[in-house]
């Protein structure tokens, strides 16, 4: 009997956080074949997982750069694509803001080539980021309105609207996932919660920009996964955008007290200047879709997510 086609998958920025863990769970049941492409400027080959050659490939690629990733495409015919490479980091994006307004061409590069190869559907990696501060609470992918100026932000408002443009030329679907804050093993220390944690262990001091008072919710990294790959197979969101993170609210300074507490740390808390731009006051998902698509199991708690981290002992791959 022959054995059914395995459907080929392109993941951009797979070397990363959240993409590496996207890989690891396509490669479970062996009905991919999975390309990551990435630049590795914040990604690691060593957070991909060990798979033979007829199902995982990585290759070096700037998808800002048309010659690296049409090469790519061409190549070979993909049916699916997670478009998931972007710079990432406040502080870097901050710094670097015309070079994440590159991240741009890439859009165009991955959407273009998409309708040339017959892609069927690309998966987006947004932001809560575009959301800016806070007009309504929870913030709603249908009402609330996209309002902050700052680059990384932009940018992943700009992405979502190639994928609808690029739909309604040429029927290309799309799926929309706007991240919440997600934290897990393997994350960089460019992330508050892998930041803090790793500041605890080490009893250094915890610095909480102004008064910490600003809040944010997290999303374990197992939810995260699920829930995009859940609608991935079960065409759950077609053509549409989900929030995709969790809905209680914490402060800041709050997390910092937390996860002292949970490590038994010596570290002490420090104010220090308020960002200039990006750190918003509030931030929560109305993630109904997100809760629906986890196929009846709740979404981690925070405590029992930062009990799994310092279980599992993991994060930097420098640390």
Known sequence: MTAPKKHNILVTGGAGFIGSYLVERLLRDGRYFILVADDLSTGDTRKLPQASEDCLQFVHCNVNKYEEIAAIMHARSFDYVFHYAAMVGVLRTQQHPLQVLEDIEGFKHVCSLAVETHVKRIFFSSSSEIYGEPFEMPQNVRTTPLNSRVPYAIVKNVGEAFLRSYHQEFGLEYAIFRFFNTY?????????????????????????YGDGLQTRTFCYIDD????????????????????????????ILHLAQTIIEKTKSKSKIVHVAPLKDGDMSRRCPENTFMREVLLGRPPVELEQGIERLLKIGLFDLNV
């Open 184 to 208: 897990g093993p393997r994350q960089s220390m460019d992330f508050v919660m892998s930041k803090f944690i790793i500041k605890a262990l080490r009893g250094e001091n915890i610095e909480v």
């Open 224 to 251: 995260n996964i699920d829930a995009c790959v859940n609608a991935f197979e079960h065409n759950l969101l077609v053509n549409d955008v989900a929030n995709i993170g969790g809905n209680k609210e914490i402060t």
